[in-house]
């Protein structure tokens, strides 16, 4: 090959480094994200790089370093806002470090969480981002059988091998039952998710938890459980409605199940929140959007997933030690519709 030109089979790193007038060490750090590059020497790499129509060599690199910077993610549902906020806070974090997400989605379905794991095994992830499906972490453990370090989002399992960030369930939907109470409020139902997940059942005994310090007696009718979709939500709003006497206030386990909620209150004519108190999970666009606003426990979506993906970089990276294990706070924020 000659120096001025690169080569049929596309230019090289030192192609590259002639182009934008820096070194081939310079193009190798900005390939390799390395934050060490000044911002204009690493400008100049990447022009060069548009220009001349270059693109790394992953397979070369990945039996070299025995690394593909790829992470797999794997999440229950794509359309809920909770997980797609957390996921972009994931892309956005693996990003700086030079690795890509590779995401799946498993509909809350175990079998095909694992197959998912399988799947992205073979692939050559070199770690692993669970929202899963399992109820205990040995069923995790048995599928990935320490091949690849993982971390659980958005799930606290007893007794896992693994690092872990979730969300403090259980207190703040103690203290939506108590402001409802201050409110006025004694009928308080709960719409329940899926009981076979760790922040399912912390908001259930949240719930109790804050029935039990005002003073009022846990009525399990006053309970329904949905699968965390606005379908299973309106379906089991409906049962809550048709309590007698009905519900004067209830909470929701998210925020898919909440618009399900608000469908069922509305076909029967019920007002917000002069009939029916309604507070929401998540801090989700809409929920400003609409009258009365909503009540939510806001939930730190965008740092769980930012979270996540630190400690697997963390692991990637070569720290060892036991599992870590991370809970962030949530918050109530009060507004029109209790």
């Not at 972490?137 to 048995?142: K, P, R, T």
Request: charged content about 20%; proline content about 7%; hydrophobic content about 40%.
């Amino acid at each position: 090959m000659s120096d001025g030109n690169p080569s049929r089979s596309g230019p090289t790193i030192r192609d590259i480094a002639r182009h934008a007038r820096v070194s081939a060490a310079t193009v190798s750090r900005v390939l390799n994200g390395h934050d060490t590059v000044h911002p204009n020497l690493r400008d100049q790499v990447l022009r060069s790089l548009s220009a001349l129509g270059y693109y790394p060599n992953g397979v070369a690199r990945s039996l070299r370093t025995r690394q593909t910077q790829t992470v797999g993610v794997i999440i229950p549902d794509i359309l809920n806002p909770h997980f797609a906020e957390a996921v972009r806070a994931i892309q956005d974090t693996l990003a700086v470090a030079g690795y890509t997400p590779l995401l799946c989605n498993s509909d809350r379905d175990r079998g095909r969480e694992f197959a998912d794991v399988a799947a992205l095994l073979a692939r050559g992830v070199d770690g692993l981002i669970l929202a899963s499906a399992a109820e205990h972490a040995s069923e995790i453990a048995a599928c990935v059988r320490g091949h690849r370090p993982v971390v659980l989002m958005d799930r606290n399992l007893p007794d896992s091998p693994f690092d872990s960030v979730s969300v403090d369930c259980q207190t703040p939907t103690r203290d939506a039952v108590l402001h409802l109470v201050e409110r006025g409020r004694r009928r308080i139902a709960h719409l329940a998710g899926p009981q076979e997940t760790s922040t399912a059942r912390e908001k259930l005994a949240g719930y109790r938890e804050g029935l039990e310090q005002a003073g009022l007696p846990f009525d399990p009718p006053l309970v329904c459980f949905g699968d965390y979709t606005t379908s299973q939500g309106e379906a089991a709003s409906e049962l809550l409605l048709d309590r007698r006497p009905p519900p004067d206030a209830v909470i929701c386990a998210n925020n898919l199940m909440s618009q399900g909620l608000l469908r069922a209150i509305a076909r029967r004519g019920l007002a917000v929140p002069t009939d029916v108190a309604v507070i929401a999970t998540d801090d989700v666009y809409w929920t400003v959007l609409i009258d009365p606003p909503l009540t939510v426990i806001a939930q730190p979506v965008y740092e769980l997933g930012q979270r996540a993906a630190t400690l697997l970089l963390d692991r990637l990276r070569g720290e060892s030690g036991p599992p870590r294990c991370m809970r962030l706070q949530a918050r109530l924020l009060i507004r029109e519709s209790t």
